[in-house]
C-alpha cells in the first residue's frame, strides 16, 4: 500500500501553462506539505496544510495555490508556469504537524516538473 | 532565521569504509533532529530522528547519529559503508515550541560508494 502518494509523476509542459500536482495519503495523518526540490538537490518547503487549513506558506510566487479538499489530499495547482518552476515537487505528511514538536514526515515520490 | 549547513556536497568512499556527514544547525533552543535518505530516482525516506533522551541515536542500515548541543551539531556516521549506501543524504531541524515552527532541510550531501 502507498502511504504517500502523487499524480502524475513526471509532468513535462510549456511555459505559460496551468497545470496541477496531486497528493493523497491514506496514514490518517493531520498535517500535509508540498516542498520544492531544485536541481541543486535543495529541499524547501512550500506550503503546509493542517485539517484543511493553512498553516505555512513560504514567499512562493502567488501562482501557486495549493487546495485541500479534505485532510487525506493536498494538491499544488501552478498558473503560468516559468522556466524556474522546473523542479521536483515532493508532498509529505506527518501525524500532527511541526507546531506539535515532535513529529515525521512521510515523503512522497516526487513529480518532476520540466517547463519547456 | 534558523539554519541547517551540511558542509561535504559529496563524499566518495570506498566499500568498508567508515563514515561521517557533518550537520549543523543555527537555532539555540530545543530541536528536534532528522536524517533523511533519499536513493537514486526514489523519495525520501527517514534514517533516524532525534526527540530527546540519549543523544546517540541508532537509525536503519546501521546508520547512527549524535546530538552535540553545545556544537550544535547531529553527524551521521556508519562504520563501514556498502554500495547500496549511494544516495543523497539530508539533515533537518524543527524548532519545537516555536509559533513558526517548520522542518529546515539542509543542502544535502551526495554520498557515492566505489564497490
Known amino acids: 500500500d502507498t502511504a504517500v502518494s502523487q499524480t502524475p509523476k513526471y509532468l513535462v509542459t510549456q511555459m505559460g501553462n496551468d497545470k496541477s500536482i496531486k497528493c493523497e495519503q491514506n496514514l490518517g495523518h493531520d498535517t500535509m506539505y508540498w516542498y520544492k526540490q531544485d536541481s541543486k538537490k535543495f529541499l524547501k518547503i512550500m506550503f503546509s496544510?493542517?485539517?484543511?487549513?493553512?498553516?505555512i506558506n513560504e514567499t512562493v510566487p502567488n501562482r501557486f495555490s495549493p487546495k485541500s479538499p479534505d485532510k487525506a489530499h493536498l494538491n499544488l495547482h501552478i498558473n503560468s508556469l516559468e522556466l524556474g518552476d522546473s523542479a521536483v515537487y515532493f508532498c509529505?505528511?506527518?501525524?500532527?504537524?511541526?507546531?506539535?514538536?515532535?513529529?515525521?514526515?512521510?515523503f512522497g515520490p516526487g513529480t518532476r516538473l520540466t517547463v519547456l | 532565521a534558523q539554519s541547517v549547513s551540511q558542509h561535504n556536497h559529496h563524499v566518495i568512499l570506498s566499500e568498508a569504509a567508515s563514515l561521517e556527514l557533518g550537520c549543523n544547525y543555527s537555532?539555540?533552543?530545543?530541536?528536534?533532529l532528522f536524517w533523511y535518505v533519499q536513493y537514486p530516482g526514489q523519495h525520501l525516506q527517514l534514517l533516524l530522528k532525534?526527540?530527546?533522551?540519549?543523544?546517540l541515536v541508532k537509525g536503519i542500515k546501521g546508520f547512527e547519529a549524535e546530538f552535540i548541543k553545545s556544537k550544535f551539531s547531529f553527524n551521521l556516521r556508519k562504520p563501514s559503508v556498502q554500495w547500496s549506501d549511494t544516495a543523497e543524504y539530508f539533515c533537518a531541524v524543527n524548532e519545537v515550541y516555536s509559533s513558526a515552527s517548520k522542518i529546515i532541510f539542509g543542502s544535502g550531501t551526495r554520498l557515492s560508494i566505489r564497490p
Open positions: 532525534y526527540f530527546s533522551g540519549d543523544p
Open positions: 537555532y539555540g533552543g530545543t530541536v528536534n
Open positions: 509529505a505528511s506527518s501525524p500532527r504537524g511541526p507546531l506539535s514538536g515532535t513529529d515525521t514526515q512521510y
Open positions: 496544510y493542517n485539517n484543511k487549513e493553512l498553516i
